[in-house]
């Protein structure tokens, strides 16, 4: 099976400032998706960038981006740039590609941004 | 609506009550997963249906939960006799696909449930 692990319950970061979250993953499949959600009070899950595991390229979405290490297993997510509205509970996800799979979440990390 | 639509929003029950909880999928998705969340954690896979078939429902915690989708669209997860560490949050997800490939799972806000 599966795992994901964050390993920084809490992190924070000044407005304007980067900051990166770490994430890494067990799997022994050589296909698969890799993705982060955020999670504001609203609880309502929304997809902040998708990683897919045969592409080497770093995925970027404006002023996110990841650093994905597959050999290492790592998945870390920098927010450049900031803002209030960044911050939420953060979670990294794995999916397989085969049909029918599931979203296997990390323990989350609950960002900061302080003014 | 566009979205995932789950409802009630929050729901309260005396333990041993029995609770239902609604997910309206996004229109044609074929995907529909129920998630349970507990405070401060990430979310526990459920359930799993493709269409109206539940291929996968090796989450569920015990046989006090029930989920189904008989039309394909509308699930309900069912749960009886609620106990106190049933109390989370029910997330809902849709996609369009059946893989990682396909599928950008699009969540609903969740179904707050508490049991006294």
């Known amino acids: 099976a599966q795992t994901v692990t964050q390993s920084q319950p809490e992190m924070s970061v000044q407005e304007a400032e980067t900051v990166t979250l770490s994430c890494t993953y067990d799997?022994?499949?050589?296909?698969?998706?890799l993705f982060w959600y955020k999670q504001p009070p609203s609880r309502q899950m929304i997809l902040v960038i998708r990683?897919?595991?045969?592409?080497?390229q770093n995925a970027t979405e404006n002023r996110f981006s990841v650093n994905f290490q597959k050999a290492a297993k790592s998945f870390s997510l920098k927010i450049s740039d900031s803002q209030l509205g960044d911050a939420a509970m953060y979670f990294c996800?794995?999916?397989?590609?085969?049909?029918?799979?599931?979203?296997?979440f990390g323990e989350g990390t609950q960002l900061t941004v302080n003014p | 609506g566009a979205g995932v639509s789950q409802s009630p929003r929050y729901k309260v029950a005396k333990r041993g009550q029995d609770v239902a909880l609604r997910c309206d999928p996004i229109?044609?998705?074929?995907?529909l997963f129920w998630y349970q969340q507990a405070l401060g954690q990430g979310p526990e896979f459920l359930t799993y249906?493709?269409?109206?078939?539940?291929?996968?429902k090796s989450g569920l915690p015990s046989d006090r939960f029930f989920a189904e989708r008989p039309e394909g669209s509308v699930s309900t997860l069912k749960i009886q006799r609620t106990q106190q560490e049933d109390s989370a949050v029910y997330l809902c997800?849709?996609?369009?696909?059946?893989?990682?490939?396909?599928?950008?799972?699009?969540f609903g806000e969740g179904s707050r449930l508490t049991v006294l």
């Open positions: 997800a849709s996609s369009l696909g059946v893989s990682g490939r396909t599928g950008e799972l699009f």
């Open positions: 799997t022994s499949e050589s296909d698969y998706y």
């Open positions: 990683q897919e595991a045969y592409k080497q």
């Open positions: 996800a794995y999916r397989s590609d085969f049909g029918g799979s599931r979203l296997t």
């Open positions: 229109s044609g998705h074929v995907s």
């Open positions: 249906f493709q269409n109206e078939a539940q291929l996968d």
